[in-house]
Structures are given as structure tokens and as C-alpha cells.
């Protein structure tokens, strides 16, 4: 049975966030299209390592085992290759059965062009340049970073965390916080904690999540002893007073997460390293994301004042 895209949460990756792609880089890097495209012919069937947001992509297609009447989870691959060159990447999905049928093959053209077409929440790439232009265009996108997490294929959940200000929510607290310091932010969030932040570049996908969330309420009410798979998390570097905009925003858009920690600049790889998240969003790389490295596989969203920090 065809289930319509426009009914799924769908994830878009470049082969580059999904497999480790370093040797074929290389190659292009030092010698070009031309001895690229006979090395990627000359090794379609070498199969490639999983890369950073391999993890992530493995349980999040799990959902449609879980929900096979729903079938709500969709990857698609968004790829610079052409279909030539990229057979060798599709043969690596076939064999680690991912389950990804769709792609966009644009032979060196930038593919998050396409990102509307396939009703995309989420583009993954490791090609900043790509990101930067997709999220200037106001397209849900990362760059996924080098991480020295380890994947425990025995982990039976899907762990996903995000920053809140610049990621689910826009970038206005996060300026009054760079411009004008910490004692202005708090009282702007004071005087505005009863209304929901605007959305950020990461709403669709935080949305979407949450409806996920909502299947698995009720798979809980009819089957007792059913055990969650999917646990979303927001870790910030907010506190007391400004978690109550948090608060009313999740409200306001009648979304529940499983955890939220309120850091107050605290480092966030202290909660990371017990939470272990399979993939963790953030828009600032210094100090978050560098200490996020150790404990997730994590996605740069270069968005906003903050992004570049």
C-alpha cells in the first residue's frame, strides 16, 4: 500500500550525513569529477561505514515496524551525486535495510532545492554551504558534526533533544540577550512569559514529533506495559524565570516532551552524557556542540544571532 508523503514526517539526508564518505572526498578534492566518478563506479559494491547520522535514521524508520498502519516515518535521499556514482550509496542502504526508497540525484548541484517537493521537515548534510543557503531560504536544515559517540545497537529507543531558543523557537529572545546582556533577556521574558515564542527553524519537525508522541499515548491506553520507543528532550541553557516562555510555549502549541532541563549556562555535556541522545540540535557549535561531541551525534543549525558563536 502507497502511503501519501504528505501524510509522513520526512527526513532528507545527504550521503554525506548518512555514510562516511571521506575516502571518495578525498579523491574528488585532490583529483577531481572525472577520477571521482571511476572511483565510486570502480567500488558501488564496497560498502560504506555508517556516518554520523546513521543512528538516528536506523530507529527513526523504525517507527513504521512499530506503527505498520501508519507508516509514518520517511527518509529520502538528497544527493550531489548523480544516479551513476550514486549506486554504490544505495547499495549501502540496501544492505544495512534501511527501508529508503526515494531520491534526488542532481549530478554537483545543491539537492535542498527539492526540499518542498518532498514535504522535507529535515534536511541533514555535512556541506555547511548547503545549509547555510537551504535555512536562508527558510528550509529545516543542519550540518551534522564529527562526534565520537557510540552507537549501542542494543538501545531499543530513539533519543532526540534540541536547544530551544534558535532551533524550536526563533532567535528574538536570543537577541536581546546578545545585544543587550543577561539582566535585559530576563526581563523581557518576565514581561513576556505568558506568550509563546514565534517559531524556529526546527518547529515543523518538533510538531511532527509530538504527534508521533500522541500515537504512542495511545498505544500506551490500549496495550498496558507498552514500553515507549520514541523520548524527545529540550536542553537549555535557560532558567528560572525564563523557563516559564518555554513552558507556555509548549502549551500554546499542545506539545509534551519527555525531559527538559533548564541549565542556566550550565555545560550541557553533563546532562548529555546521561541522556545519550541519538541526535542533538543546537544553533551554537562553541560551547554547545563542542560538548555535546563526546556523548551524541549532533547537528549544527546555523541560525540566527547565535549561529556563528
Partial sequence: MAYPIEKKLVIAVASSALFHLDEADAVFRTKGVRAYREYQIAHENDILAPGIAFPFVRRFLELNRIFPENQPAEVVLLSRNDNDTGMRVFNSIEHYGLGIVRAAFTRGDSPFRYIPAYNVSLFLSANATDVAEALAKGYPSGVVLPSAADDDER??????AFDFDGVIAD?????????QGLEAFHEQEARDGNEAIAPGPLTD????????????????????????????????????PAHKRVVTTLRTWHITVDETHFLGGMDKGRVLRTLRPHIFFDDQQHPHLDAAKDFSPSVHIPFGVAAHK
Fill in 205 to 240: 519537525l518538533f510538531r511532527k514529533l509530538g504527534n508521533l508522541r500522541k500515537l504512542e499515548d495511545e498505544r500506551e491506553e490500549k496495550e498496558p506495559g507498552y514500553r515507549r520507543f520514541l523520548k524527545t528532550a529540550i536542553v537549555t541553557a535557560r532558567s528560572a
Fill in 171 to 179: 532567535d528574538s529572545a536570543e537577541k536581546i540577550y546578545q545585544t
Fill in 155 to 160: 538501545d531499543d529507543e530513539l533519543r532526540v
